[in-house]
C-alpha cells in the first residue's frame, strides 16, 4: 500500500520529503556520486530474480499455482487455507492514492489505465507476486483480468455493508480485512467491538477473516479479545494522530496533519506484529513513497522489514512502475532478506 514514488525516514521525529539524515544512524548519508534512485536504475534495468527453491524459511511453501515456464517464485506465507508470496502487490498506486500530494495523484491516474494495471499485475506473476490487495472498486477490473490469464488471489479491505462481503466473495476475493481507517475510528471511539459482527460474517461467508489497523494498540486489543480472526493488515506508520495528538507528542502538529510519518513507529508495530502467531501483512514499509529517493534506502527499509517481522508475515508494497521495474527490485528484495525473520516472542 505504499505510494510507488520511492524520499528518506530522517533522524529527527518528522519525515520530510526531502531529509537531510540516513534512518540508519543518524549521520549523513554518504550520497556524494550517487545518482538519483530513477536515474540509476535506468542504468540498470530489470533486476534478476531468484528462485526461492532452498529459502531458508521453514514456513514458506511453494506456490500452488501453476508457474509458466518462465515464472519465478517467491518465499510463501500462510492465510488461511491458502499460500501466498510474501510480497504482495498494494492498491494506492493504481487507485491515485500516493499520499504525498495532488500532484503525484494525477501522475499516477494518468499513468495507470486499464492496460496499464493489467501490464503491472502481469510482471508482478512473472516475478513472483501471486497476491494483489485493493477493494470491492477493483473487484471487476479483477474479474476481467483473470479472465485474461491473470492468476493471482484477490484479498480486499471492506466495512459497513455485510452486503459488500457475498459481491467480494463472488467476484472471486479470497481473503477480507476490516477497513484500518474505520477500524481505528471505532478503537478511539471506544466502539471496537461493532467491527466483530462484520468479522463474523465474513467468517460465515467462508472468507479468511482479517483486521486492518495502523495502531498497534489495536493488534492487542483484538488479540486480547480473543476474535475469531485468520491475520491482520499492519501499517507501520500511525500516520493518522490527530493534531492534538500530535502537539502533545511533538510539541506541534506537523503540516499535513494527516501525513505524519515517525520514525519510532515502524519498531512499535512490529513488537505487536511479534506478540501474535497470526499471519501479519505490514504495509506502507516505505512510508507511502518517502524512503523511496534512492535505492539503498529501499533495500534499508525492506531489510530492516524482514529482520524485525515472524517468518510467516509478508508485506504489501505498492508499484508505480512508470521509472524503473518495480515488481523485479522488490521481489529481489524479498528474496534477498526474507531469510532473515525470526520468531522473538513466545
Known sequence: MN??????????????ARPSRDRRDGHLPSDVGQPPRREFLRTMGALPVVAAAGNALTIGQPSTQAASPDQQTLPQIPLGPHSISRLICGANCFNAGSHLS????????????????FRTLSRCQQVGIDCWQDGLGNLERYRRFTEQGLQMRYISLAAGDPANIQRLKQGGCVAIAHHGEVTDQMFKRGEL????????????????????????????AVESKGWDVDFYMTCVYERHRTKQ?????????????????????PPRMFRAMQQTQRTCLAFKILAAGRLSDRSHWVENAFRETFAAIKPNDGVIVGIYDRYSDQPAEDAQYTQQFSHLSRLTST
Open 3 to 16: 505510494s510507488g514514488i520511492r524520499f528518506i525516514q530522517e533522524g529527527e521525529p518528522v519525515m520530510s
Open 245 to 265: 495528538e500530535l502537539e502533545q507528542l511533538l510539541g506541534q502538529a506537523p503540516i499535513p496533519v494527516g501525513e505524519v510519518y515517525l520514525p519510532n513507529d
Open 193 to 220: 467491538d461493532r467491527a466483530h459482527d462484520f468479522l463474523k460474517r465474513i467468517r460465515d461467508a467462508g472468507l479468511v477473516v482479517g483486521v486492518s489497523t495502523h495502531m498497534p494498540d489495536v493488534v492487542d
Open 102 to 117: 495532488v500532484f503525484v495523484n494525477r501522475a499516477m491516474r494518468e499513468y495507470y489505465t486499464d492496460d496499464q494495471i
